[in-house]
């Protein structure tokens, strides 16, 4: 079996998942290795010879000088900037203005929708005690991210030049652990305010490359994929 181009340091977190349905969109080929965080390997070298912010995912592509990146939405740019660019690109665009609005909504699901969500997570589930304020700006917030992008969504199918981009697929991650049970188990999906969001994110979650990387997940191991024998 051939090598794989890419290892990803990945954990259970959304974050790195976001960066396995990019590289399953443009047929690459990678490897997954798991960082131990309840032993705080993150916070050890050598891991942090590769990310010094302890966190993941790490990217490194071997056919680039074992080049590396981390944070989630540079490694999703680095992807599409460098083996997605071109008039026949999949998931990014030949117009300019198009690649920085698409760019502006990556931005925003980084700093919008990743902490938000995030933060909405840890008081529900993993802070040493209930703070209903928290929990309620979160949920608040929750919902002011899916207001945001159902506007957005409510005429037409996609955010940029209404086809999929890696604008759209860096939202998929965050939007599952709406189904935790602590995050409403889904709920949101029934709420007419967001029923635009809702139709999105099902059409997004057809795609082979978030099925793939479902699987992947649910497998709960390392592996190697989109390696051809």
Known sequence: ?????????????PNPWKVII???ELGLSYRTITVDTKSGDQKKAPYT????????PTLVDHSNNDFVVWESGAIILYLVEKYDAGAD???AFAKFESNATAKQWL???????????????WFKNFHAETIPSAIERYDKEIDRVLGVLN???TDKEY????RVSYADLSFVTW?????????GGGAWKSDERFSAVRAWYERLSERDSVKAMKEIKAAGKDGVFGVKA
């Open 175 to 183: 939007l599952i652990v709406l189904d935790w049970p602590t995050m």
């Open 49 to 56: 010879a590769l990310n010094p912010n302890g966190r993941m």
């Open 22 to 24: 990019i590289l399953e």
């Open 159 to 162: 955010l940029v030049e209404n």
């Open 1 to 13: 079996m051939a090598t794989p181009q890419f290892s990803i340091y990945i954990h259970s977190g």
């Open 151 to 153: 506007d957005v969504l």
């Open 89 to 91: 690109s999949k998931l």
């Open 107 to 121: 931005m925003f699901q980084m700093s919008g929708q990743g902490p938000y969500f995030g933060q909405a997570a």
